[in-house]
């Protein structure tokens, strides 16, 4: 198509000026120097938006599979609080295409004593043959064995819970039940030490000082509850399938029973994650938007300074469009180097987070990112293709836009009004 007045848009002789206009010089130092914060400043907005969310990511990812891996994706207990059938209900449900295991289990809570400290604790009785079908213990065991554990008669702890009471493997833990055996004095409690035959380490604090895992049989003896069980965990090839699961595995059951998931069972904790996400990400995008007006000042300051050049370039042929797209492209050259820079930055410091974390530590003498506070033992960070690609759309657009106006008044400008006093 040609043109009758003109250049083609976006023609060379454009990018020329617009790359002249970028050049720091002696008398445009002011206008140089707000260009190069409002590159900073959108380098670190974008870079700063990709480590937050990937984090908070990370963060969700890591807590549903440290939650999900000690913990099932559905939970089966008895509505008259006796399950005495778990071994059938569990062989049926374990049938059902997309369930990858049916775990019965026996919960309670104790009071654990060792020879530094005493702390509350969760006991869970598991079948010898269950145990691989909880990976996030059998796979994570750093002291002690797991084989034998039926027939052991001890217990398997946590890391920090063997901390804490000052227990390795072979020592004693000693388990204190407030329903013991009833005598014609009443119920007296139930006090019973237990070798720790393991300790593993699950990766969240919070399990890791809290659970302590029984055989099954010990557990039904210490808990009274011969031939029943507390409840049957059923585990899901996928999490997200226990809306059009659970039909299935209620009709599997076949009897009245409670169920529960773990959306119903942590749905606090994973809405206000997603909550405190938004609200970052809102909060974040502030910084980009403020690089963005940056922008509008500089481009407004260099519109004013290069009055002249446009009123000449508009005298030697240049239309109006052909003005406002050099003041675009200045504008936009400073927003897309930005959120190039910040997406490199985002996506080196997401690679070495936790090296980075441990860095920090040793510099400031103090612990970031506690494992108490946060319940995880690393700093995760997982990148979203689609977030990561919205924050870098979100910034570009941004750009482009404040560069509109600053670019129009420039189009704007009469070369006769210009030249008028020069």
Known sequence: ?????????????????????????????????????????????????????????????????KI??????????????????????????????????????????????????????????????????????????????????????????????????????GDNITLVQPRGSVTPLGVTPRVKAYPV???????????????????????QLYFNLEDQASAVEVYLASADSVD????????????????????????????????????MFLILTLIVLVAALNIISGLTMLVKDKGRDIAILR????????????????????GTVGTLAGFILGVAVNLNVETIRQFLSRLTQTELFSPELYFLSQLPAEMDMRETISVIVMALVLSFLATLYPAWRAARLDPVEALRYE
């Open 244 to 279: 059009t699961m659970r039909p299935l595995i209620e009709a599997a059951a076949d009897r009245q029973i409670f169920i529960t998931d773990w959306k119903q069972r942590n749905v606090t904790f994973f809405s206000a994650l997603e909550v405190e996400r938004n609200v």
């Open 68 to 169: 999900l891996g000690l913990n099932g994706h559905v939970i089966l207990q008895a509505q008259d609080g006796k399950l005495g059938d778990f071994a059938g209900i569990a062989a049926r449900i374990g049938q059902i295409p997309g369930v990858v295991s049916a775990v019965p289990l026996i919960e309670g809570q104790a009071l654990g004593s060792g020879p530094n400290n005493s702390s509350g604790v969760l006991v869970r009785g598991i079948r010898q043959a269950d145990l691989p079908k909880v990976p996030a213990i059998f796979n994570n065991v750093r002291l002690g064995t797991l084989r034998n554990f039926e027939t052991s008669q001890g217990v398997a702890i946590g890391t920090r819970l063997a901390t804490d009471l000052g227990i390795s493997v």
């Open 315 to 334: 005298t030697m042929g240049a239309t109006r469009g052909a003005v406002m797209r050099v003041f675009f492209i200045t504008g936009a050259s400073i």
């Open 197 to 219: 035959v393991a300790i593993f380490e699950i990766g969240m604090s919070e399990y890791d000082s809290t659970f302590v895992i029984m055989p099954f049989t010990d557990a």
């Open 1 to 65: 198509m040609a043109y009758p007045t003109g250049t083609r848009p976006f023609a060379r002789f454009e990018w020329m000026i617009a790359g002249r206009y970028l050049r720091s010089r002696r008398r445009e130092a002011f206008i140089s120097i707000i260009a190069g914060f409002s590159f900073i400043g959108i380098m670190l907005g974008v870079a700063t938006l990709i480590i937050v969310m990937a984090v908070m990511n990370g963060f969700r990812v890591e807590l549903i599979d």
